[in-house]
């Protein structure tokens, strides 16, 4: 994905540099391309000559476009590698939110619980077994983070398998179980 983004930024960095060419020649004379409207040739050079473009740069037209692809890249956050463990608790955090999220929602009437249920079968599939996974894991953390992560796994997976869609159950309490869950597992997953 980084390399992606990396490619996508030096592109667009080569096309606005070529955007940003001021003069071209034709037929052996200057001509001009002005932004957002028709290019248009201006002839040879009367008495005393044109009047030059105003310089905006050469220095920071060039150094422009990599500054900005490298600020771009700081601030996406990409690493080079993470551990197979960082992966999978970063994507188990965001399953648990989304799960907290499809929960809160189908009790302010935002989604069916046709749908709630739909996803949370999605969310079921996602995360069982990954309590078997996790210790086995290359990276993993130290065991006493793993057993808080396990000690939070466990009630939020069990809010996964039985959610409450019903009206009149305790649908809050599960909320703030898979919410509990979710920030733990980003937090490990360094998000």
């Keep these: 994905m980084c390399m992606r983004q990396t490619r996508f930024v030096h592109e667009m960095s080569q096309k606005a540099t070529e955007e940003l060419a001021l003069q071209a020649t034709r037929k052996g004379w200057p001509y001009y391309t002005r932004a957002n409207t028709p290019s248009y040739i201006v002839g040879p050079p009367l008495v005393g000559g044109l009047r030059r473009a105003p310089r905006t740069g050469g220095l920071e037209r060039r150094l422009l476009p990599p500054i900005f692809a490298l600020l771009l890249f700081l601030l996406t956050g990409c690493q080079f590698t993470q551990s197979p463990f960082v992966i999978t608790v970063g994507n ?3 399953e648990f939110a989304a799960a907290s999220t499809t929960l809160t929602y189908v009790h302010t009437n935002k989604i069916s619980i046709q ?3 739909a996803s ?3 969310y079921q599939s996602q995360l069982s077994g990954l ?3 996790l210790p086995s894991q290359q990276g993993a953390p130290d065991k006493r983070t793993l057993e808080h992560l396990l000690a939070l796994y466990r009630p939020a997976m069990r809010a996964v398998n039985h959610p409450c ?3 009149g159950c305790n649908w809050r309490a599960q909320v703030t179980l ?3 869950a979710s920030q733990a597992f980003l937090k490990a997953g360094g998000q």
Aim: proline content about 0%; cysteine-free.
């Design 92 to 94: 188990a955090g965001a």
């Design 115 to 117: 749908y709630a249920q």
């Design 120 to 122: 949370f079968m999605n």
């Design 131 to 133: 309590d078997q996974q």
């Design 165 to 167: 869609l019903a009206e």
């Design 178 to 180: 898979l919410d509990r």
